[in-house]
């Protein structure tokens, strides 16, 4: 069981940046692949980014060049650091653990409260 708690959401300007985190508690957080997602009102969980153990990362297109994930495994936490935010990146963003590096949410096993951010124009 993994307990995943978000943190480091706000109100940023257009072209701000924001660093996400997310603190796991309980068993093997090196062993999971984690995930970034974000939800908008209406939409669906998107994915966003992910990492896997040893650190190799994927991106949705909408993320490369501007967001970047990493991971500490000795303190049990993953970021999102977020640059260059668009309006359109507002939404609820959540993270989460999982066994394989995949873009689909349903397949991730543990998932955190979620985080808002919202980017003003």
């Known amino acids: 069981q993994v307990q995943l708690v978000e943190s480091g959401g706000g109100l940023v300007q257009a072209g701000g940046s924001l660093r996400l985190s997310c603190a796991a508690s309980?068993?093997?957080?090196?062993?999971?692949?984690m995930g970034w997602f974000r939800q908008a009102p209406g939409k669906e969980r998107e994915f966003v980014a992910a990492i896997t153990r040893s650190g190799s990362t994927v991106y949705t297109n909408s993320a490369k060049g501007r967001f970047t994930i990493t991971r500490d495994n000795a303190k049990n936490t993953v970021f999102l650091q977020m640059n260059s935010l668009k309006s359109e990146d507002t939404a609820v963003y959540f993270c989460a653990a999982g066994e394989r590096l995949v873009l689909a949410p349903n397949k991730y096993d543990y998932w955190g409260q979620g985080t808002q951010v919202t980017v003003s124009s």
């Open positions: 309980g068993h093997s957080f090196s062993s999971y692949v």
